[in-house]
């Protein structure tokens, strides 16, 4: 069974300074991995994705992630956060042969203060 | 992009009714549908795959009696929540699944139907 962790809830960071959103995963075998940001009273957009090639993913605005086989983990990176970054990030992991079925981590509130 | 759109947007109902959501994909056709249920301030749970022109496949724990999943068309999925009950009470968020790179369907997400059961 595949299971996704995301260990912070809440994140706040002052505006214009980095951040990291940390996932691991587990798994037996290949997955692909994936991060969502939900606004509130939203559905879910893709930041970006995982699915072979180059380990360093960069996705829409301005985030990118690395995955990390020999720690099983797709934590995702900002170098200079916006006020509207604030929302709630979900990291989600999809293992291949698996229907395309997602399971999604806790997620990580992320607060972006002035 | 691929567009999922869901309606109604919101909906409160009282206890004892039925409550039917629709997830339509706008510019694909989506051969299958998945229904996720969320709770405030929660990760979201897969309740079921929708196969069009199949029945659905639920997960471990959610009533297929209760919730009444449809796939009907390329286009449309919905979701009834029969007999509706305070605990009900919850944000349904559908995705379709799309052709996408290397092989793997990527699901878009539509914006989620909140509802309330008085």
């Known amino acids: 069974a595949q299971s996704v962790t995301q260990l912070d ?6 505006e214009e300074a980095p951040v990291e959103l940390r996932c691991n995963y587990s798994s037996s ?32 605005n301005g985030f990118e992630a690395e995955f990390n086989k020999s720690q099983t983990s797709f934590h995702l990176r900002k170098p200079s956060v916006h006020i509207s970054d604030t929302a709630e990030y979900f990291c989600a992991v999809s293992y ?11 997620g990580t509130q992320l607060k972006v203060e002035l | 992009g691929a567009v999922v759109s869901q309606h109604p947007s919101w909906v409160i109902c009282k206890s004892g009714t039925s409550v039917k959501i629709e997830c339509r994909s706008l510019d694909f056709q989506a051969t299958t549908m998945f229904w996720y249920r ?9 309740m ?8 659905a496949t ?6 297929k009696d209760k919730f009444l999943i449809n796939h009907a068309s390329l286009t449309l999925s919905t979701l009834t929540v029969t007999s509706a009950h305070p605990e009900d009470s ?14 793997y369907n990527e699901q878009f997400f539509g914006p989620g139907t909140r509802l309330t059961v008085l």
């Open chain 2, 58 to 63: 639920y997960e471990q724990g959610v009533e």
């Open chain 1, 96 to 106: 291949t042969g698996g229907g395309n079925k997602l399971t999604f981590g806790t």
């Open chain 1, 29 to 60: 075998v290949s997955v692909y991995l994936f991060w969502y940001v939900q606004y509130p009273n939203q559905g879910l957009q893709l930041l970006l994705k995982y699915l072979s090639g180059s380990t360093l993913v960069k996705g829409i």
């Open chain 1, 9 to 14: 809830s809440q994140v706040p960071v002052f």
């Open chain 2, 90 to 103: 919850s944000f349904y968020i559908c995705s379709a699944r799309d052709l996408g790179e290397l092989g």
């Open chain 2, 38 to 46: 969320q709770f405030p301030k929660q990760s979201l749970m897969l």
């Open chain 2, 48 to 55: 079921a795959t929708s196969n069009e022109g199949s029945k």
